[in-house]
């Protein structure tokens, strides 16, 4: 009936479909690798400080080999999704209210806009402060901190962009409230609280890192700070590769969960041609 | 309510809440006695003594003009890209793994590579704070041209307008809500790393300031410098309203049914 | 009971704005139909919207039964002219015409049965789970009046809601409102640019004039009942209505349109 | 992470101590403790934290996440005269007595147009801090060895990032510890100034600093500490295999180069005359406003 | 001329999508105005949107002179169904009108003048700086004919243009079309519901059948020219035609909706 189910993925050959379609996406990362690879080879970058990826990626499997890299893996993961998770809920919903209420909007306006820029060196003490115990909760708080903005604005944006037929359809319905804002205002807001999820993942994975190198809770962030610190370059660059695909890899997680709740969106519509 | 007193209600709510705020710290800080949070009339002495305006042309003005190079690269480079992303499906099917790898990669991890490619003078700083700012407003530019209602695409097709102006004057448009969304977002990324690139290899600026502040303990400087961060925020947020109002006035107008 | 007295409203700027409507006054009763024709801007779906209590008045007064409309009132349902737009499109066909009724605390089955009654009505059986855009221009705007009739409004506006629809459908559906009328003692006022159908369906007929609107004239239609498709449009009366209603029409809009349709492009 | 806590018991009975301590080289001393089990015998369970720098360290230490840390002395000296209650208990490594065992050296890259100490009057020099111990460091050696400073330019840079930085050009020379010294030498580069040991014999770089409070709280802690932390150096001052060994278990400094590089000098005293000389310093580059009184610096039992 | 040869097309899935058309055959000839009536969800849209090169056929050959189309061609120009989403809401309404012209490199004045001597055609004379959204639905409906007109194509293919406008406007847009087609021999394809004016405007009308699409009948009308509102209408040919038309219409419509109208929500 529908003409738009999405292909099934329980089939071996949507499978098999869905792997090629992965296999033919990853030409871009050849093309740079191969890049860098001869840039370092030839020496037009200094390969002794900058080695090439196929140098990366061995040091990268290796490391996998051992339980460091796991826990290590773990840790961030664990300090990433809880700051995002706060960060996305706490984001939505002052964003719901605050999209929906001028005055509680101009009455925010002023401390959100001085906090948005408070860089993460001016919370360190407040970390240790706050989370003395459990420096892993401050890189949760530092993560949660710094996304939580790019949540916020995207969706007072997102609501913004409303239908205002939509809303006033709603209205003349008498629908509750609370309905016209997580049934009407919310779903036409998605698509920018969706990009903006995706923000705010880099972003709350950055901060982890950072928190991680800084204050020395465990994880990837202090692997990269102690290969760092040991002159240890191929470590230091297979854990920054490794941070790096975490981001490719939570990005299109994100990006499937998006293709299911936008289906109905223009940019995720099936090409009707 | 008539539409100028409730003006007037916004406006002294806007002023009312972070005068609260100033107060609450203000209590805090001289009832905790933490080294780290020193009183709040420190930090005002402070910042009336380093940005009232001995340090303005030496620090402040560098920094400015370092982040708004940066940020513009980042404008330009991340609705230029962003579209060309969002147009063509092969090149944002490819470019998509790496751009999200790029995206993850943390400023910290940056650091050596940008050293070792770019150098360690200002161009670096400023390529760093684009590197940043870009991502916001890419992801932002390419989401905006795929939402794009169709009937508009359809619309131009129809009417074969020239591929020039069905890019600035309609895909652009129609998507210019949501790359302002992903300006708004990069702004305060722009003072961050700002900061943080002073942190490496300098010798001025606000960033510097903070940095050399808190390494020496100076919390009143370095709080008064945090001070400073924050209200250039508000102030270029301010001055962004205003771009915005123009360039998206159409759009406010037509959606402010919405109460 | 529907009142509007010396009702005004300007769009934008107090001064400088459209003023749309401007002192209107009249009354519509309890379960009559009536329609509203007008030339085209006259202000038809900004009286629509006033009545529905989505926009505020600059002068005067909108009440039911007696009561000030000051946000959307409990009894009324408007299926907008902009049928398109008034769809979520993130909602499949049967949810959009399910979802207002999320506050009445129906059962489950009864949500149901009423989606399912109405899409038949509308002639749409069987389309419930597609989304609005996989649905043509006219599917959209039954979907759109679906939803008004499941929600069983005491008062239900519709803006032009058979201005995309064929024929046949049209014809099926004004009979569609008189058994609903019947069935449930609907007030119902009614946007259309179609004269017969204004007359056909009507108890009465406000004809409005060029903007600002006014009530150019209020016309009560005394034709037997009930109405049939083909008997009805045969009266004598029914031309007699039908020749006012288009003479009323023809003047205002040449006053709209001064100057009006004349150069070619 | 190994999330501490001030005055905890593990199942031992022993009292958990965090530590906070840099992931490099002159960090040794911690480890070979812990792993000769000299805290066990005092009944101190050592739990170490790596943070990226002493300022981290000192934060979280008067923030309570750390009770001892183990930190360079001009970041300390001007905690304490802003007024923090930190205090000495233990000196950890210093620079070497002479120039072939000093482990913290100006090196020029391979291309670098500096040669000798002279050629650094009119250098570009990279130094991990301005105004830390780093600038005093090569500003009095030159003063010492004759040489103006007047037309130096110090450029601020991570150690870990000096060696690519001298190679590409972007420095002249830069004080650097092990392990960037080997790396930079295995590049190509040289040597060509020795600060630490200009200044004189054992001059003091590392040590180890605790709370006034925690002291007070934990007064028989700290002293147990002490005493493992002084019998902890002693082992490994006698033991080099020991030290390079244990490198690359707590760094990741590769083991080739462990096995190579200039090992850090470790001195668990804390030499009165030599702290005074480096405050001197302090006060005379301006890093410090007010100058703390001896007592104000150290803990005596 | 413009020629469809057994043509198809399916939404979606090749296998289970929606066949909205199917071997669908016919010829335009050049000049000529033709009318498309047929059941609301049938395809009329999905045929034009095929001929202005918009949605490729999933079977058959779409042809301009002879020429595939693969793309929008040179010579069409389209009057959306969806007018409202088919403007640009960031641009006036003069500049609406004018936007397409830009490829055509005209000077400045001559630019002004279509954009001024259509929105007067159209009845909107004075109202180019007006945003579209600040305009009655009737109102922008007339912008989107105002930019098809002004844009001058060969074929105009319109897709019920004068839903949403009154009986008065609406008749004088009627006798624009023939103007406009006078005066620079257009050809005009235009999909209505209303069955007097798909008579009235046409020398040919298309009547489809239900979904999927196929032409049930196609009848050539030879009324005198030039035709008018009111004599044109009286004539017994006209009352043939249409009678034929609305029997047709009936017909596929109950087909369409299945157990059709009768159940009331
Ligand atoms: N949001 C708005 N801002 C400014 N003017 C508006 C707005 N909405 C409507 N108007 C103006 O108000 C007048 C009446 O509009 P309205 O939509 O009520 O007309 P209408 O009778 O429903 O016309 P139609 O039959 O074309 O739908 C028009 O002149 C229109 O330009
Ligand atoms: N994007 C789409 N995806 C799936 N199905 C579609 C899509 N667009 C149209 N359809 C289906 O194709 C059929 C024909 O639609 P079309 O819009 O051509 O009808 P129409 O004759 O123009 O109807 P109306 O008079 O109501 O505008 C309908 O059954 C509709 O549901
Ligand atoms: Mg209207
Ligand atoms: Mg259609």
Same mark, same amino acid.
């Not at chain 1, 020496?43 to 002794?48: G, K, Q, T």
């Not at chain 3, 499949?92 to 009423?114: C, G, K, M, Q, T």
């Not at chain 4, 934060?59 to 000296?77: K, L």
């Not at chain 4, 105004?131 to 103006?148: H, M």
């Given at each position: 009936?529908?003409?738009?189910?999405?292909?099934?993925?329980?089939?071996?050959?949507?499978?098999?479909?869905?792997?090629?379609?992965?296999?033919?996406?990853?030409?871009?990362?050849?093309?740079?690798?191969?890049?860098?690879?001869?840039?370092?080879?030839?020496?037009?970058?200094?390969?002794?400080?900058?080695?090439?990826?196929?140098?990366?990626?061995?040091?990268?499997?290796?490391?996998?080999?051992?339980?460091?890299?796991?826990?290590?893996?773990?840790?961030?993961?664990?300090?990433?999704?809880?700051?995002?998770?706060?960060?996305?809920?706490?984001?939505?919903?002052?964003?719901?209210?605050?999209?929906?209420?001028?005055?509680?909007?101009?009455?925010?306006?002023?401390?959100?806009?001085?906090?948005?820029?408070?860089?993460?060196?001016?919370?360190?003490?407040?970390?240790?402060?706050?989370?003395?115990?459990?420096?892993?909760?401050?890189?949760?708080?530092?993560?949660?901190?710094?996304?939580?903005?790019?949540?916020?604005?995207?969706?007072?944006?997102?609501?913004?962009?409303?239908?205002?037929?939509?809303?006033?359809?709603?209205?003349?319905?008498?629908?509750?409230?609370?309905?016209?804002?997580?049934?009407?205002?919310?779903?036409?807001?998605?698509?920018?609280?969706?990009?903006?999820?995706?923000?705010?993942?880099?972003?709350?994975?950055?901060?982890?890192?950072?928190?991680?190198?800084?204050?020395?809770?465990?994880?990837?962030?202090?692997?990269?700070?102690?290969?760092?610190?040991?002159?240890?370059?191929?470590?230091?660059?297979?854990?920054?590769?490794?941070?790096?695909?975490?981001?490719?890899?939570?990005?299109?997680?994100?990006?499937?969960?998006?293709?299911?709740?936008?289906?109905?969106?223009?940019?995720?519509?099936?090409?009707?041609? | 309510?008539?539409?100028?007193?409730?003006?007037?209600?916004?406006?002294?709510?806007?002023?009312?809440?972070?005068?609260?705020?100033?107060?609450?710290?203000?209590?805090?800080?001289?009832?905790?006695?933490?080294?780290?949070?020193?009183?709040?009339?420190?930090?005002?002495?402070?910042?009336?003594?380093?940005?009232?305006?001995?340090?303005?042309?030496?620090?402040?003005?560098?920094?400015?003009?370092?982040?708004?190079?940066?940020?513009?690269?980042?404008?330009?480079?991340?609705?230029?890209?962003?579209?060309?992303?969002?147009?063509?499906?092969?090149?944002?099917?490819?470019?998509?793994?790496?751009?999200?790898?790029?995206?993850?990669?943390?400023?910290?991890?940056?650091?050596?590579?940008?050293?070792?490619?770019?150098?360690?003078?200002?161009?670096?700083?400023?390529?760093?704070?684009?590197?940043?700012?870009?991502?916001?407003?890419?992801?932002?530019?390419?989401?905006?041209?795929?939402?794009?209602?169709?009937?508009?695409?359809?619309?131009?097709?129809?009417?074969?307008?020239?591929?020039?102006?069905?890019?600035?004057?309609?895909?652009?448009?129609?998507?210019?809500?949501?790359?302002?969304?992903?300006?708004?977002?990069?702004?305060?990324?722009?003072?961050?790393?700002?900061?943080?690139?002073?942190?490496?290899?300098?010798?001025?600026?606000?960033?510097?300031?903070?940095?050399?502040?808190?390494?020496?303990?100076?919390?009143?400087?370095?709080?008064?410098?945090?001070?400073?961060?924050?209200?250039?925020?508000?102030?270029?947020?301010?001055?962004?309203?205003?771009?915005?109002?123009?360039?998206?006035?159409?759009?406010?107008?037509?959606?402010?049914?919405?109460? | 009971?529907?009142?509007?007295?010396?009702?005004?409203?300007?769009?934008?700027?107090?001064?400088?704005?459209?003023?749309?409507?401007?002192?209107?006054?009249?009354?519509?009763?309890?379960?009559?139909?009536?329609?509203?024709?007008?030339?085209?801007?006259?202000?038809?779906?900004?009286?629509?919207?006033?009545?529905?209590?989505?926009?505020?008045?600059?002068?005067?007064?909108?009440?039911?039964?007696?009561?000030?409309?000051?946000?959307?009132?409990?009894?009324?349902?408007?299926?907008?002219?902009?049928?398109?737009?008034?769809?979520?499109?993130?909602?499949?066909?049967?949810?959009?015409?399910?979802?207002?009724?999320?506050?009445?605390?129906?059962?489950?089955?009864?949500?149901?049965?009423?989606?399912?009654?109405?899409?038949?009505?509308?002639? #749409? !059986?069987?389309?419930?789970? *597609?989304?609005?855009?996989?649905? /043509?221009?006219? &599917?959209?705007?039954?979907?759109?009046? @679906?939803?008004?009739?499941?929600?069983?409004?005491?008062?239900?506006?519709?803006?032009?809601?058979?201005?995309?629809?064929?024929?046949?459908?049209?014809?099926?559906?004004?009979?569609?409102?008189?058994?609903?009328?019947?069935?449930?003692?609907?007030?119902?006022?009614?946007?259309?640019?179609?004269?017969?159908?204004?007359?056909?369906?009507?108890?009465?007929?406000?004809?409005?004039?060029?903007?600002?609107?006014?009530?150019?004239?209020?016309?009560?239609?005394?034709?037997?009942?009930?109405?049939?498709?083909?008997?009805?449009?045969?009266?004598?009366?029914?031309?007699? #209505? !039908?020749?006012?209603?288009? *003479?009323?029409?023809?003047?205002? /809009?040449?006053? &709209?349109?001064?100057?009006?349709?004349? @150069?070619?492009? | 992470?190994?999330?501490?806590?001030?005055?905890?018991?593990?199942?031992?009975?022993?009292?958990?101590?965090?530590?906070?301590?840099?992931?490099?080289?002159?960090?040794?001393?911690?480890?070979?403790?812990?792993?000769?089990?000299?805290?066990?015998?005092?009944?101190?369970?050592?739990?170490?934290?790596?943070?990226?720098?002493?300022?981290?360290?000192?934060?979280?230490?008067?923030?309570?996440?750390?009770?001892?840390?183990?930190?360079?002395?001009?970041?300390?000296?001007?905690?304490?005269?802003?007024?923090?209650?930190?205090?000495?208990?233990?000196?950890?490594?210093?620079?070497?007595?002479?120039?072939?065992?000093?482990?913290?050296?100006?090196?020029?890259?391979?291309?670098?147009?500096?040669?000798?100490?002279?050629?650094?009057?009119?250098?570009?020099?990279?130094?991990?801090?301005?105004?830390?111990?780093?600038?005093?460091?090569?500003?009095?050696?030159?003063?010492?060895?004759?040489?103006?400073?007047?037309?130096?330019?110090?450029?601020?840079?991570?150690?870990?990032?000096?060696?690519?930085?001298?190679?590409?050009?972007?420095?002249?020379?830069?004080?650097?510890?092990?392990?960037?010294?080997?790396?930079?030498?295995?590049?190509?580069?040289?040597?060509?100034?020795?600060?630490?040991?200009?200044?004189?014999?054992?001059?003091?770089?590392?040590?180890?600093?605790?709370?006034?409070?925690?002291?007070?709280?934990?007064?028989?802690?700290?002293?147990?500490?002490?005493?493992?932390?002084?019998?902890?150096?002693?082992?490994?001052?006698?033991?080099?295999?020991?030290?390079?060994?244990?490198?690359?278990?707590?760094?990741?400094?590769?083991?080739?180069?462990?096995?190579?590089?200039?090992?850090?000098?470790?001195?668990?005293?804390?030499?009165?005359?030599?702290?005074?000389?480096?405050?001197?310093?302090?006060?005379?580059?301006?890093?410090?406003?007010?100058?703390?009184?001896?007592?104000?610096?150290?803990?005596?039992?």
């Amino acid at each position: 009936m529908t003409s738009s189910t999405l292909p099934d993925r329980g089939t071996a050959r949507s499978a098999i479909r869905w792997f090629v379609h992965g296999i033919g996406s990853l030409g871009g990362v050849v093309v740079v690798l191969l890049l860098a690879e001869l840039s370092t080879r030839t020496d037009l970058l200094p390969s002794r400080f900058l080695p090439p990826p196929t140098e990366t990626f061995a040091t990268l499997f290796e490391l996998l080999g051992g339980a460091t890299a796991w826990i290590a893996i773990a840790e961030t993961l664990r300090s990433w999704a809880l700051g995002l998770l706060i960060a996305v809920l706490a984001g939505v919903l002052l964003g719901l209210v605050v999209g929906a209420n001028e005055l509680a909007y101009r009455a925010t306006r002023p401390i959100v806009e001085f906090l948005r820029p408070v860089p993460s060196v001016a919370l360190i003490p407040l970390v240790f402060l706050l989370f003395a115990d459990n420096l892993s909760g401050g890189t949760v708080f530092l993560a949660a901190f710094a996304s939580l903005w790019p949540m916020l604005v995207q969706t007072t944006y997102g609501i913004r962009n409303v239908m205002p037929t939509q809303v006033d359809t709603a209205r003349s319905f008498q629908i509750r409230r609370m309905d016209v804002a997580l049934r009407v205002v919310l779903p036409s807001a998605i698509p920018y609280i969706a990009t903006g999820v995706r923000i705010a993942s880099t972003v709350a994975l950055i901060l982890v890192l950072t928190g991680e190198i800084v204050v020395g809770a465990g994880g990837i962030g202090q692997q990269i700070n102690e290969a760092r610190q040991g002159s240890a370059v191929a470590a230091m660059y297979a854990y920054v590769l490794l941070a790096g695909i975490l981001g490719v890899i939570l990005n299109a997680l994100f990006a499937a969960v998006e293709r299911r709740m936008l289906r109905w969106h223009p940019s995720h519509r099936e090409a009707s041609e | 309510m008539t539409s100028s007193r409730r003006n007037a209600l916004y406006v002294s709510a806007e002023i009312a809440t972070p005068l609260l705020v100033v107060a609450a710290i203000f209590v805090f800080t001289n009832a905790a006695g933490s080294f780290y949070f020193p009183p709040f009339q420190d930090v005002l002495v402070a910042f009336q003594q380093n940005w009232l305006f001995s340090r303005v042309m030496s620090d402040v003005a560098p920094s400015l003009v370092r982040l708004l190079i940066g940020f513009a690269i980042a404008i330009v480079v991340g609705v230029g890209l962003g579209l060309l992303l969002g147009k063509v499906a092969w090149l944002r099917r490819q470019a998509g793994p790496v751009v999200e790898f790029l995206r993850a990669v943390p400023p910290p991890a940056l650091l050596p590579f940008t050293i070792i490619a770019i150098g360690v003078d200002s161009t670096a700083k400023v390529a760093l704070i684009a590197f940043v700012c870009v991502w916001p407003i890419l992801l932002n530019t390419m989401d905006g041209i795929a939402g794009i209602e169709p009937t508009l695409r359809s619309t131009d097709r129809v009417y074969r307008i020239r591929a020039w102006d069905h890019l600035v004057h309609v895909e652009l448009r129609a998507a210019s809500p949501q790359i302002f969304a992903g300006i708004r977002t990069a702004l305060p990324l722009a003072i961050i790393l700002m900061v943080i690139s002073e942190m490496v290899a300098s010798t001025n600026g606000v960033g510097y300031f903070i940095v050399q502040a808190q390494r020496s303990f100076a919390l009143a400087d370095m709080w008064s410098g945090i001070l400073l961060l924050g209200i250039l925020g508000y102030l270029l947020n301010l001055v962004f309203t205003g771009v915005e109002r123009l360039a998206l006035g159409w759009h406010l107008r037509s959606h402010a049914a919405v109460s | 009971m529907l009142t509007l007295e010396s009702v005004s409203k300007r769009y934008g700027d107090p001064g400088t704005g459209t003023l749309a409507v401007e002192d209107l006054s009249f009354t519509i009763e309890e379960g009559q139909i009536v329609t509203m024709v007008g030339p085209s801007g006259c202000g038809k779906t900004t009286v629509l919207k006033l009545m529905a209590g989505l926009l505020r008045p600059t002068g005067g007064r909108v009440s039911v039964d007696g009561v000030d409309v000051t946000g959307p009132p409990e009894q009324i349902a408007l299926v907008f002219q902009d049928y398109a737009n008034s769809l979520y499109p993130w909602m499949r066909v049967a949810d959009n015409i399910a979802f207002p009724l999320r506050r009445l605390r129906l059962s489950r089955s009864e949500v149901v049965a009423r989606v399912e009654r109405t899409l038949q009505a509308v002639g #749409l !059986r069987g389309l419930g789970d *597609r989304y609005p855009w996989q649905l /043509s221009g006219g &599917m959209q705007q039954r979907v759109a009046i @679906a939803r008004g009739l499941a929600y069983q409004p005491r008062i239900l506006l519709m803006d032009e809601p058979f201005g995309a629809l064929d024929a046949q459908t049209r014809a099926d559906l004004e009979d569609l409102v008189f058994q609903v009328r019947k069935e449930f003692g609907i007030t119902v006022v009614f946007v259309t640019h179609d004269i017969d159908e204004s007359v056909y369906l009507a108890d009465s007929i406000l004809i409005m004039g060029p903007r600002p609107t006014f009530i150019d004239e209020k016309l009560m239609v005394h034709l037997p009942e009930p109405r049939d498709q083909l008997e009805t449009k045969q009266l004598p009366e029914f031309a007699r #209505l !039908r020749s006012i209603v288009w *003479r009323n029409i023809k003047e205002s /809009s040449l006053i &709209m349109s001064t100057g009006a349709v004349q @150069a070619a492009p | 992470g190994p999330d501490g806590g001030a005055s905890e018991q593990n199942a031992e009975g022993e009292q958990t101590i965090t530590i906070a301590a840099l992931a490099t080289a002159n960090m040794a001393p911690i480890y070979i403790g812990i792993e000769q089990g000299f805290f066990d015998e005092v009944g101190i369970d050592l739990e170490v934290q790596t943070v990226q720098s002493g300022s981290e360290m000192i934060t979280g230490a008067v923030g309570g996440t750390f009770d001892i840390i183990c930190g360079g002395y001009v970041p300390v000296y001007t905690a304490i005269s802003q007024g923090l209650p930190l205090k000495f208990i233990a000196g950890n490594d210093v620079g070497g007595a002479t120039p072939d065992v000093d482990w913290q050296v100006v090196v020029a890259g391979a291309d670098s147009p500096v040669q000798d100490a002279d050629d650094l009057a009119t250098a570009t020099i990279g130094v991990n801090v301005l105004k830390g111990v780093a600038e005093i460091q090569v500003r009095s050696s030159l003063e010492n060895q004759g040489i103006d400073d007047a037309d130096v330019e110090l450029t601020e840079i991570p150690f870990p990032e000096m060696p690519a930085a001298l190679e590409q050009g972007h420095l002249d020379a830069a004080l650097v510890p092990e392990p960037f010294v080997t790396q930079v030498l295995d590049a190509g580069g040289r040597v060509v100034d020795t600060p630490y040991a200009n200044l004189g014999a054992d001059f003091p770089n590392g040590a180890y600093q605790a709370t006034e409070q925690f002291i007070a709280e934990n007064s028989e802690a700290v002293e147990g500490y002490v005493q493992a932390i002084t019998k902890s150096i002693e082992f490994a001052t006698d033991n080099p295999d020991e030290v390079r060994a244990a490198i690359p278990t707590f760094t990741q400094v590769p083991e080739d180069v462990a096995e190579r590089m200039r090992l850090p000098v470790f001195n668990a005293e804390l030499d009165m005359d030599r702290m005074m000389q480096l405050l001197d310093f302090t006060e005379e580059y301006g890093t410090i406003e007010e100058r703390p009184s001896a007592d104000d610096l150290i803990h005596t039992p």
